[in-house]
C-alpha cells in the first residue's frame, strides 16, 4: 500500500473526522476523542497535520499502540507532501533563543540551583511552568526548601576524616551516596530524550533511578537505557483498572526492579494556576474580549485520569500478594500513618509532598521526619522500615540533615529535570558530582566518616517546628495597597 | 399636577433652602439637613441638582419614604429639563475606563484573590477605598489572611476519597458547602444592582447568604430575590430605639430569615484612614492652602450613627423573647465571651473582628478559634453553639483549617463583593465554583471524605498562637530613614 | 556708652580674641572657648559675626547670663551696622522650601505618624537628624514602636460603652487621658518658640507635660507659659555639682512642679551616628582629599558635658531630703531595678531606653514592663510606686495596651515634637485630640469604661518576649553582597 | 656572574620549560609545577615573565627560599630589560581607581561597617571576593552577626560609672579590652605591606594578635614588626608532615609567642562559590562557549592542600608534649566537645565556625556560647579552660554581649582587614579606637564598672537559640517566580 499523502490526511481535519500524523503515520483518532485524558481539543487543534511535536513530550512511544486499535491505525504518510506546520516564532521565543546562545558554560554552575537559574532563562516556558510550577499559593513548594534551612549543624571536631565514605544500601542494594533520582513526569518537556539521560547519569554515579509512571519515555526505554549492575525502583499510580496495575507492576519486577513505590498523596492530581495561567496566556493571546476560551488545567490534568482516588490501607495485601518487590509508600505525610504502614508491612515509606504539587500547607518531608523517628523508636518501630524523604532537597548539607534525622536517603528530582534541560546529560553527571563533592566536604566538616555515624546529635532541628514567617503569599501581597502618608499639594501658581 | 422643571428645582439650591431630585421625584431636604447622619455638606453639593447618582449606593431605595415626612416629597420631575451634571471625565477616571476594556477573561480568574486583584484595577477609587479599607494601620486586616498561613495539614492517606462529601448543615439548615456569604455594606458601590447579585449566585450554588443591615438594596428587595427554598439570614446593627429593632428582626422572622446575627464588635464604626484620605483627596483636589476643608469620616461614618454603644448582655433575654429565630452573636473575640454565650443560651457565635474594620491588633477569628474550642471542651459546652469564623478566608484549605480546629461553617465577605464589583454575578458564581473546585481537592488531599471527618488531627496549628512577625506597619516604616554608610565625596578637579 | 559697631566686632574674630554677637549684644567669649560644652570650634566660626541664629536652639535664652562672667558682656551692638551673613540657600535648601510651600493641609494627618511624615520633609536636615537619630544601628529606636505590635487584643463584647472615660491620675493629679508629653531637648530645633509650644497645647488638653533640662526655652519660661492650674514636672539631669542641682531642683518646687523626674539611663549621653554623619556633611562638603575635619559629634555632646555619671542608689535619700516632690527614676530598664526603686522609696519609674537614643538593644519599655508588673506583685510591692513607660507610642492602642500591662501612664516625646516642627501649636492640638480619638475608640471597642477596667485579660502579650525578627541591620544589609547565579555570556559575534 | 637578562627568561615560557622572575631573581619552577599548591595553571601563565604581581599577596617571602631546591634559583635578573607587562585597564578597574579617588575621609567612618562598605568599592574585586566571601550560600556569615541581634540589654542604673575599667587579661597575659586580632589569610590582597599594619595598630593600643599560618608576610617578619612586650599568639594548620608542625610550634615559643592555637574546623578548606565565580569571571570573559574553562576553585584552595584531615583528640597529648604555651583549640562548635577539651586539659576554646567559610549552616559561635556555659557550670568545669568567640562582631555590643555570656574575649578578624585594605594602618587605628569609645559607653548604659561585672543578668539571650528567620537565601530566591495576577488583556483596536 503506498504511502498516505499530506493532503490525504489535512482532509480529515474536524472533531468528527480527524486524522493526525505521529512520527509518520497516520491515525484515525475521531471516536478516541471524547476519552482522551487532555481533552479533544488540543488533538483537534492538529486535526489534518503533524501532532508529532506536540504528542512526543507528554505521551510514551507506545501509547498508540497501546490505546488506539489496531484498525484505526492508518499506515504511513509519504512527510515530504506533508506542509510544514510553519509556527511564526514569536518575539518571546526569540529572545530565548537568543539566551540559549549566551548561557552559561556548564563549569560555571557550581551547586544545583545554578541549573536551575539558567533552565528558567533556557526552557520553553510551557516546560518551564509544567515543571516549576505547584498547587495553589506554592507556599508548600517554597517551605519544603526553606524547612532544611530552619536546621543548624552542631559539628564535631578533631575526628579523623581523611577518608570519609558515604555510600549506602536502600532497599538492601548499595547506592554511591544516599540520594536517588526520584520520579517526575514528562521529562521530554525538558530534552528531546528524556527520562533515559536521567537514566545514564545515574549510571555513571551509581545513583539508583526511580522510573516514574508518566515518563516521557515508555517503561521499557528507560530500562533498556540502564547499565549492567544499575538499580531501578517503580514508581507506580495506582491505576482503576487493577489488571492493569498488575500487569505494570508484575512486568517491572520481571524486568528487574527493585523497588515499588506506591505514589499515596495523589488520589487526584493538583491544580497548578501558574502552569494554567501561562497554559492561557499562550492559547489566548488573540481572544476577543468576552469570548469563553479553553480552560484546561495544564499539563498536569492530562495525563492522570486514570489514577484511581479509590486507593486504600485494604489494597496493601493485594499489592503485596502480587509481588516480591520491596514496596514503599510515596507521599506519606504524618506519623500516624508512618506507624501504620509500619504495621502493615510495608519495607518503606516516602515522606513527601508531592514537590508541594498537591496539598498546599502540606508540610515538609523534614518535619514530618522529625516528627516520626522519635515516636517510631518509642514504639519499638524504627528497624522495621526504611526513611526517605523528598522535596527541596538542593545541597549536600541537606541530604546531611535528613540522614542525622533519621532518613535512609533522599530523592530528589526537579533538579536534574533542570540541569538535564540546560545542558543535557553532561548537566545532570555535574549536578550529581557536585552534590558528590559537597557531601565528602560536609561528612568531613561535620566530623563524620561514613553515614553511620549520621546522628541526631549533630544538628539543632528545635527550630524545624517553628512556622512563624512561611513563605510569603505573593498574590495577597499584590492586591494590597499599603497605607501611605499625606501626599504634597499643588502649590498654587 | 404638573411635574416641576429643572429650573424650579434649582432654585432651591442653598443649605437654608434645599432641594434635590432622586429618581425623578424632588424632595425638599432643608429641615432635614442637621440629621443627615452623612452630614449636611454632602447633601447641599446636590442642592437643587440630581442627586441620584450619589444616593443610590448608600441608601435603601425606601430611605426616603421612611424618613422624610410625606409633605417634604415635592412629586415628579420632568428629567428632560434638568440640566446635565456634566462630570468631567478626569485623567484618573480614563484610565480606569481603559483598565475596565483590558481587564482579564473571568475564565483567566484561577482564585479569590484574582478577583480582588482585578476589582482593583476596575472599580471606582472610593468605592475600592471603602470595601477595602480598615483600622488604623490595618495589621489586623492582613494578619486575618496571614494566620491561616501559620496553620499546616497532616494529610491522612490511603483513604477511598473516590466520592467525597462537603455539604453540612448550619443552624439547622443545609448548606452545599461550609461557607456563607457573610454581611456587607454598600454592595451598590461595586455593582449597580447591589446585594441581589449575591443573592442569585447563593440560590445558584446552595449556599446561605447573611443579609447586611447596611446594604444598598432594601431588606425586602433581598428577600424577593431569594429563589425557592433559598436560607437566608439576618444581619443586625442594633438600633437605639428599640422599638425599631424589633420591628426589624420580626419582619425578618416573618420573611422567612432563619437566623439573627446580632453584631457585637461595633459599638462605634472604626475609622478607616485609608477611605479618609481618599476621599480628601477628591473632595480637598482643589483647596488653597491653610483653608478648612471637609473632614467628613468617609462612608462608615455616614452610615452608622443609629448603632447602639450600650448595647450589653443584659439585652440578650430581651431578643430572646421577641424571636424565635435562632441567635447568634457576631463579632465574638475571646473566649471568655464564648463560653458567655453558651451560657447566655443563644445558638452561636461568630468569631470575628469584622474583617479588620474596627480594633487594630484584635486577633484573627481563627486563633481565637483555637483558644476557644479546647476551653469548650474542658467545660463540656463544645455542644450548646455552633461555632462561626470569617475574616481572612480566601482558599478552601483555609475553610478545611477552620472546620478542623472545630468550626461550624466560614463566612466569606469581600471576596464576593470583589467577584462582582469586577465581573457581576458570573463573576460570583465562578468564584464560589472555584470554591468548591477547591474544597473538593482539598478533601481528597487531606483524605476526608465528610466534614464529620475534619477533625484537629489533620492539622498543625502549633505557630498560629506566634506573633514574631506581625504585618507590615507600612507608615511607620515610610517615615523611618535607614542608616547609611558613608558616602564617596567629590573628587577635586 | 554708644553700641558697638559692626565693624569694632568683627575686629575680633580669631580663636584668642574671639567676640560674638548674640539677640543684639557683643560679649568676649575668648576666655569661654575651651569651656564651652559643644567645643570651640562652633563658636570661632562666628567669631567677629552675628551668632543668634545658631545660638538660640540650643541655648536657652539666659544661658550667658548665668555662665560668663559680667565683665565680659560687652554691651549692645548697633545691628544696622552689622553685615548680614549672607548664606546662599543650597539647592537643597530650596527645595526643601519648595516642599514647605506644598505640605499637606493639617486636617491630612490622620494620625501621629503623619505628622512625622510632614515633618522629615519639611524640617530642615540637621534638625531632623537631632530629633530621629537614636544609638548605633538604631533597632532599639525601632524596636520600640515595633515591641507593641507583638501584643494583640482580646476585646470584651456587650459592654455597655455609651459612655467611656479615660481620665486619670498620675503622681497623684489629674489628667485627661492617660499620656503625658515626655522632656525632649532642643524644641527650637523644630519651632522658634520651642517648648512653650508643647506647654500651651498641653494646657488646652488638660494633658501634663515634663519639663527636659535641656530644653531650648528656660526653665522659667516654661512655667511661666502654664495656664492656671496646668501641672508641669521636672525632668532632671543631675549635675556634677550638686549644689546646682539641689539649686534646680528646689527652684522647680517653689514654682510649682509636681513631679521630679530623674534621668537614670543617661550616665554618657548616647552616639547617635546618622546625626553625627550629617553634621559631617554640611561642614565637610568642601574638605580636601586627605584633611582632617571636624569630628564632633551632634547635638548630643555639646550640651550634656555636666552630666555626673557617678549618680547611684546612694544618691537616692539625698534628693529625698531636698524635695516634697513625688520622685520618679526615669530610664529604669529591668526589673531588679523596678523593685530596688521600690524599695528605696521612691513614687515612681519611667520604663524608658531613651527613646533608643543610649544604648542600642535596650529592651523595649513595654517589655520591661511586662516582664516586671508579674514581680512586683508575687512581692506585693504593686501599690509601692507607679509605672510609667515610654518609647515608640504612635497609636492610642499602643497606650490601651501599655494600661493592660500595668502602666500608669505613657510618656510621649518626638511624635509631639514633630507635629510642633510641621504646624506648630495647631499640629500638636490636633495630635492630642487625635490621641483621644482613637483613644475613645479604642476604649468602646476593647469592652472598657474607664481606665481601671484595663486589665490583662484583655490583651495577649504571649508573643512580645519573642525576638525571632528584630529591626533591620541596614549597615550590614548595605554591605553584603548577595550571592548571584551564573551570568549570560557575550555571544561571539 | 651576569644578571639574567629579560630575554632569556623569556626564553623559558612553557609548561615543560618555565622560569618565572619573583622580585628580581628567577627560578626554574618547571619540575614543581605539578606540585604547587594552587595548581600549574597560574604559574604557566607567567611563564618567562615577571611573576611578583600574582606571587606577593599569597606567599610569604620565604616560600621560594624553603620549597624550592636551591639549583632551581637562577639568580637576580636585570629587570631594565625585562617587558614590563602591559595590562590595559579594564573599565572595572577604572572605575574602581575613581572610587578611590573620591572615597570617604577616614574620619566619616564612624563604625566597623563603615570601613567594610567602603573596602567594598575601593578594594581589587578579586580581594573582596575573597575576603567577603563564605561556605555555600553565606547563611552560617550572615548568622553570625545576625545571632548578635537576637540578645538584648538589661542595663543596670544607678551604678557609678565615673571610671569603667574594660581591660582583662587573656590567656595570662593583659590587653586593654577584650578582643584580640584573629588570624586571617593573605593580608597582601588587601594591603602591600600585609599583616604587619595589623601588629602595627595591635601594639599600638595594646592588643592582643594572632599570627595566621597563611599570611602573606612571613611568620618571623610578623614577629620582628611586635612592640616592645606586645603580644602575639600563633594560628596553626597542623601539616600532615608533623616534624614541619613541630619546626614551627617550637619557633614560634622560641620567638615568645604566648599562645598556641590550633585550628580544628578545617580538615580541608571550605568551597566558596562567590570567591569561585569571580575568579571565573576573570578568567573567562573571552572563553568561546563550549569551550572548558579553569575551575580552579579560588585562592582557599591554591593554599591549603598541605592540612592535615586525619587531625583527632589523640594529637593533642602530643602538642602538649611539644610546647609550653598554652593550647587553645580554635572552631570549637557544640558543647560536648567543648566539655572534652576541658577533659583534655587544653587551655581554652575558640568556638568559631571560621567566619562561616567552612560549613554552611554551622551555628553561631555566640550561640555555642550560650548552649556550653551552663553545661560546665554543672559539670564544675567552668574555671578549667577559657572561652573565646569569633565571628560576626562588628560592635562594642557584641563584645559585652559575649562576654555577659562567658566570654573571656573575642576575635575580630575581617574589620581589621577591611579598615586596612581602605586605610591601612590608619584605617586599624581608628577601628580599634571606635571599639574602645563604643566600649566605654557600652560599659557606662549597661551599668558595668569593669568586666568581671559583666554578667548573664545583663543580657536577655532568650531569642538567640530561636531560628525561625534565618538569614535570606538568595539563589534560591532569585530562581523563583512569583505567582502573579490574572495580566491585562490588549484591547482590540
Redesign the interface.
Known amino acids: 500500500m503506498a504511502p498516505l499523502t499530506g493532503a490525504e490526511v489535512a482532509k480529515h481535519s474536524k472533531a468528527d473526522d480527524c486524522w493526525v500524523i505521529v512520527h509518520g503515520k497516520a491515525y484515525d483518532v475521531t471516536d478516541f476523542l471524547p476519552e482522551h485524558p487532555g481533552g479533544p481539543k488540543i488533538i483537534v487543534k492538529y486535526a489534518g497535520k503533524d501532532a508529532t511535536d506536540e504528542f512526543d513530550p507528554i505521551h510514551p512511544p507506545d501509547t498508540l499502540d497501546k490505546y488506539l486499535p489496531k484498525d484505526k491505525h492508518l499506515g504511513p504518510v509519504d512527510m515530504a507532501t506533508v506542509a510544514k506546520v510553519k509556527t511564526e516564532e514569536s518575539p518571546e521565543e526569540k529572545d530565548r533563543l537568543?539566551?540559549v546562545?549566551?548561557?552559561?558554560?556548564l563549569?560555571?554552575?557550581?551547586?544545583l540551583?545554578?541549573f536551575?537559574?539558567?533552565a528558567?532563562?533556557v526552557m520553553k516556558k510551557t516546560a518551564w511552568g509544567y515543571y516549576?510550577s505547584a498547587a495553589?499559593?506554592?507556599?508548600t513548594l517554597?517551605e519544603n526548601?526553606?524547612a532544611f534551612?530552619?536546621?543548624?549543624?552542631?559539628?564535631?571536631?578533631?575526628?579523623?576524616?581523611?577518608k570519609v565514605d558515604f555510600s549506602t544500601t536502600m532497599l538492601g542494594t548499595p547506592s554511591s551516596i544516599p540520594f536517588y533520582v526520584t520520579a517526575t513526569a514528562l521529562g521530554k518537556l525538558g530534552h528531546p530524550e528524556g527520562e533515559v539521560v536521567l537514566t545514564r547519569s545515574a549510571h555513571k554515579h551509581n545513583v539508583i533511578q526511580m522510573i516514574p509512571t508518566l515518563a516521557s519515555c515508555s517503561f521499557d526505554e528507560i530500562i533498556d537505557a540502564a547499565g549492567p549492575g544499575q538499580i531501578q525502583w517503580l514508581q507506580l499510580y495506582v491505576n482503576k483498572d487493577r489488571a492493569i496495575t498488575q500487569r505494570i507492576v508484575q512486568h517491572a519486577e520481571r524486568r528487574g526492579c527493585r523497588g515499588l513505590f506506591i505514589t499515596?498523596?495523589a488520589?487526584?492530581l493538583?491544580?497548578r494556576?501558574?502552569d494554567?495561567?501561562m497554559k492561557?496566556?499562550e492559547q489566548?493571546s488573540d481572544?476577543?474580549?468576552?469570548?469563553?476560551?479553553d480552560?484546561s488545567q495544564g499539563a498536569a490534568r492530562a495525563i492522570s485520569s486514570f489514577i484511581?482516588?479509590?486507593?486504600?490501607?485494604?489494597?496493601?495485601p493485594w499489592f503485596q500478594s502480587i509481588t516480591k518487590m520491596p514496596i514503599v509508600?510515596k507521599?506519606?505525610?504524618?506519623v500516624?500513618?508512618v506507624v501504620r504502614a509500619a504495621e502493615a508491612g510495608v519495607q518503606g515509606v516516602v515522606l513527601s509532598n508531592h514537590g508541594g504539587r498537591?496539598?498546599?500547607?502540606?508540610?515538609s518531608a523534614i518535619e514530618v521526619l522529625a516528627e516520626s523517628v522519635p515516636v517510631l523508636r518509642s514504639l519499638g518501630l524504627e528497624n522495621k522500615l526504611e526513611i526517605y524523604v523528598d522535596g527541596g532537597v538542593?545541597?549536600a548539607?541537606d541530604i546531611l540533615?535528613a540522614l542525622c534525622l533519621g532518613a535512609k536517603g533522599v530523592g530528589i528530582g526537579r533538579p536534574f529535570l533542570y540541569a538535564m534541560s540546560a545542558y543535557g546529560q553532561d548537566g545532570v553527571d555535574r549536578a550529581m558530582q557536585l552534590l558528590k563533592?559537597?557531601m565528602?566536604?560536609?561528612m568531613?566538616?561535620?566530623g563524620a566518616r561514613n553515614v553511620g555515624e549520621l546522628s541526631e546529635?549533630l544538628v539543632?532541628a528545635?527550630?524545624l517546628?517553628?512556622?512563624?514567617?512561611?513563605p510569603?503569599?505573593?498574590?495577597?501581597q499584590?492586591?494590597?495597597?499599603?497605607?501611605?502618608?499625606?501626599?504634597?499639594?499643588?502649590?498654587?501658581l
Not at 546562545?101 to 558554560?105: C, Q, S, V
Not at 534551612?149 to 581523611?162: K, Y
Not at 481572544?287 to 476560551?293: E, F, K, R
Not at 498537591?358 to 508540610?363: T, V
Request: proline share 6%; hydrophobic share 35%.
Open positions: 537568543q539566551r546562545k549566551e548561557m552559561p558554560l563549569e560555571q554552575c557550581y551547586n540551583l545554578d536551575e537559574a539558567v528558567r532563562r516549576s495553589d499559593d506554592e507556599i517554597r526548601h526553606s534551612q530552619r536546621i543548624w549543624f552542631r559539628p564535631r571536631i578533631l575526628v579523623d576524616v581523611e499515596v498523596d488520589p487526584q493538583g491544580r494556576e501558574k494554567m495561567r492561557f496566556t489566548g481572544v476577543q474580549s468576552g469570548q469563553a476560551t480552560t484511581d482516588p479509590s486507593l486504600s490501607w485494604a489494597d496493601i509508600l507521599g506519606v505525610q504524618r500516624e500513618d498537591q496539598l498546599d500547607f502540606a508540610r538542593r545541597r548539607t540533615k563533592d559537597e565528602e566536604m560536609g568531613r566538616l561535620i546529635g539543632d528545635r527550630g517546628f517553628n512556622h512563624a514567617a512561611p510569603v503569599d505573593n498574590l495577597a499584590a492586591v494590597y495597597d499599603p497605607l501611605v502618608n499625606p501626599g504634597q499639594r499643588k502649590a498654587k
